[in-house]
Structure formats: structure tokens, C-alpha cells
């Protein structure tokens, strides 16, 4: 159903363009720029269908048996229609043939009760990451972070 590509050229633009309609996830404008500065020099993964872009997913590596999925986003309308999950695919096959063996994702703790956030750590929860470590004061003190941890093969 998607055709998942290493998009090479415009990442940022792309980014922007998706993270702009996810404001409930995506709605501090400075983390946003942050994301979109990050992307342009990371490679990006985009999920296509019926010829546009419909999804993204920019991976960091940071050591050489550890990699970060540092942005995911996927236009509204193609949630919960396994876009997601073809992107995460898709990076773990590349990171597993580079050597990597681990996949961190950060996402917002549960101590912050907004139901976005609740339905995505239940996604990163069913496609096999684990929490791991709460860093209350890393993004800042109304922003908990989870860091979330996943095995690949």
C-alpha cells in the first residue's frame, strides 16, 4: 500500500509540511524548526501513496549499534492505516544492515495525561518498543519525556 523511499532532497520542507497538520503533537513552533533543521541533515524516510507524500520518519544514529527514530509523522488522514508501522519497517531493515542493533524513540511520559500522547505510546508499544528511562526535566518541567527502547534484528 506504501511505497517507502529515502527521500534526499527538501527533508526540511517535508517535515514542516507534515508537521504542520499534526498541531496536537507538534504545536511548540521553536521544537518544530528544531525538527525541521534536524532533518535536513538526517536521512529521511517517506511513505508515498497515490503519488504524494503521506508520512515521514527521520533516523539519528548515535553510536554504532544505536540509532534514534528521532521525528515520525504521518498526515492525519493516513493514521491508523499502517503507515507508521511501514516506516518503522522499512528503518529497522536499513539500521539492521548497518549493524545497528538498537532503536530509541522519545515521546511525551504518561504522566502527562493528553490522549494523543496515550495512543502514541500505545503505537510505539505495539510495534515492539519498551519504556525505559522518564527524563522529567529534558524537554522542560510540562514536558516529561519517555525514552522508549526496541531491539532490532
Known amino acids: 500500500m ?3 523511499v529515502e527521500h534526499t532532497s527538501r527533508r526540511g520542507a517535508l517535515a514542516r509540511a507534515i508537521l504542520a497538520e499534526l498541531p496536537e503533537w507538534f504545536g511548540i513552533p521553536e521544537s518544530v ?3 525541521v533543521a534536524e532533518c535536513e541533515a538526517l536521512p529521511v524516510l517517506a511513505a508515498h501513496a497515490n503519488g504524494e507524500a503521506v508520512g515521514f520518519l527521520a533516523l539519528k544514529t548515535h553510536t554504532p549499534v544505536a540509532a534514534e527514530a528521532l521525528v515520525l509523522g504521518v498526515r492525519r488522514v ?3 492505516r499502517g503507515c507508521g508501522r511501514a516506516l518503522f519497517a522499512q528503518a529497522e531493515r536499513r539500521l539492521a544492515r548497518q549493524g545497528i542493533r538498537y532503536l530509541t524513540v522519545k ?3 504518561a504522566s502527562d495525561p ?3 500522547y496515550t495512543a502514541t505510546r500505545l503505537f510505539y508499544e505495539a510495534i515492539g518498543f519498551e ?3 522518564v527524563f522529567p526535566t529534558l524537554w522542560s518541567a510540562d514536558n516529561p519525556c519517555l525514552l522508549m527502547l526496541k531491539r532490532i534484528s
Open 33 to 35: 524548526d528544531n525538527y
Open 2 to 4: 506504501f511505497e517507502i
Open 131 to 133: 519504556p525505559i528511562e
Open 114 to 116: 493528553d490522549p494523543n
Open 107 to 109: 515521546t511525551l511520559a
Open 78 to 80: 493516513w493514521h491508523r
